[in-house]
């Protein structure tokens, strides 16, 4: 009864791909730059940057959802072991006695992970919830208390934001579902769970002075558990890596199969990301960055938020070599580790360096 549900509710998102790829087949290059875009790569060399140099309170709570929020994906996905559009699509016995749908597929369709829920949805809410409610904060803390007008102006700021958020949660969704890489149940869960996620940091403190023991605590709880759990469920006959195969099988061309998108190139990522901002934060070039900048001026953040933008993007061109699975999720945890270390202490401390050797030149 189960199993004839799920095949009924995945035919529907087989169908609801293929309507998508026929009548907005235009668009494809606008789906595929959104799936681009809401990969949380992104929040790693971009939005944490940024937001970490014009409000580092900001910018440590994106890094917190976005791995916290990964993770549990990850978890999710093993637990549920759902089916991906591009493979179910031909070995399905809903399709049996009916004729399958045409699906294309991308180069960002062969994702190789259980496909439920969307980790690019989830991640995506968890994100962009998480923006919209700091921005509001931020602004409400800055406002003046009791006035009409700024009671108005604050109506409609929320009223933007989150008919954005909800814009890019369609258009992520969307997406998802174009590329044959989710079904709509799938990035529905995600965008729940993202959200659900970031609401709960809302309401944590602590990781904004967490000491470098709790980083690397958190750092080895959360690869232990998701690898005990790997290894508890392998023992017990249950293959977690059964997609892989699939994704091997039905992808219409090998090179779509990327490394990256295996769950342990996800973990280890994030892992990498969650230990790297512990080291920066706990780094003597940050607090030798703080003691000189101390509430950082204009130029010194602009400097800062350039100069991280501009190396990490440069930083993030470098690719670990795919020919051995071991050497690249380890260079994967070194690189995904760097990210955080050199945005939050190492680039700082050369730019405030730098804007004090030209303050004593122009004295």
């Given at each position: 009864m189960l199993s004839a549900a799920m095949d009924a509710?995945?035919?529907?998102?087989?169908?609801?791909?293929?309507?998508?790829?026929?009548?907005?087949?235009?668009?494809?290059?606008?789906?595929?730059?959104?799936s681009w875009a809401a990969d949380l790569r992104n929040t790693f060399f971009v939005f944490f940057p940024l937001w970490f140099h014009l409000r580092p309170t900001v910018g440590i709570k994106l890094i917190w959802v976005a791995v916290i929020g990964d993770w549990l994906n990850l978890v999710f996905k093993w637990i549920l072991f759902g089916e991906r559009p591009y493979w179910?699509?031909?070995?399905?016995?809903?399709?049996?006695?009916?004729?399958?749908?045409?699906?294309?597929?991308?180069?960002?369709?062969?994702?190789?992970?259980?496909?439920?829920?969307?980790?690019?949805?989830?991640?995506?809410?968890?994100?962009y919830y998480t923006l919209v409610t700091s921005i509001?904060?931020?602004?409400?803390?800055?406002?003046?208390?009791?006035?009409?007008?700024?009671?108005?102006?604050g109506w409609y700021l929320k009223a933007v934001l989150w008919t954005m958020f909800w814009a890019v949660q369609v258009c992520v969704c969307l997406s998802r579902v174009f590329i044959a890489a989710h079904f709509p149940h799938q990035v529905i869960a995600g965008v729940i769970s993202g959200m659900l996620v970031a609401e709960a940091f809302?309401?944590?403190?602590?990781?904004?002075?967490?000491?470098?023991?709790?980083?690397?605590?958190?750092t080895l709880f959360l690869t232990c558990f998701a690898m005990g759990f790997y290894l508890l469920l392998k023992s017990l006959g249950v293959d977690l890596l059964w997609t892989l195969e699939k994704a091997q099988k039905w992808c219409v061309r090998p090179e779509w199969v990327h490394l990256d998108s295996t769950p342990f190139a996800s973990l280890l990522r994030n892992m990498g990301t969650l230990f790297g901002l512990g080291l920066g934060l706990h780094s003597p070039l940050y607090a030798e960055s703080k003691r000189k900048n101390g509430g950082g001026g204009t130029l010194a953040k602009a400097g800062c938020i350039v100069s991280s933008l501009l190396l990490l993007h440069l930083f993030d061109s470098l690719r670990p070599p795919t020919d051995t699975a071991a050497l690249f999720y380890l260079l994967s945890f070194c690189k995904s580790a760097t990210v955080p270390l050199a945005a939050v202490s190492i680039i700082p401390y050369c730019v405030n360096g730098a804007l004090g050797v030209q303050n004593k030149k122009g004295l």
């Open positions: 509710l995945q035919g529907l998102g087989v169908s609801s791909t293929h309507y998508l790829q026929t009548n907005y087949e235009e668009a494809q290059g606008l789906f595929l730059w959104v179910w699509v031909h070995e399905a016995a809903y399709y049996q006695n009916r004729v399958a749908p045409h699906i294309e597929q991308y180069p960002m369709t062969c994702e190789t992970g259980p496909g439920s829920p969307s980790g690019h949805a989830m991640g995506a809410a968890g994100i509001l904060a931020v602004v409400a803390h800055k406002k003046k208390p009791s006035s009409r007008k700024s009671g108005d102006q809302d309401r944590i403190e602590w990781i904004y002075s967490a000491s470098m023991k709790q980083y690397l605590c958190t």
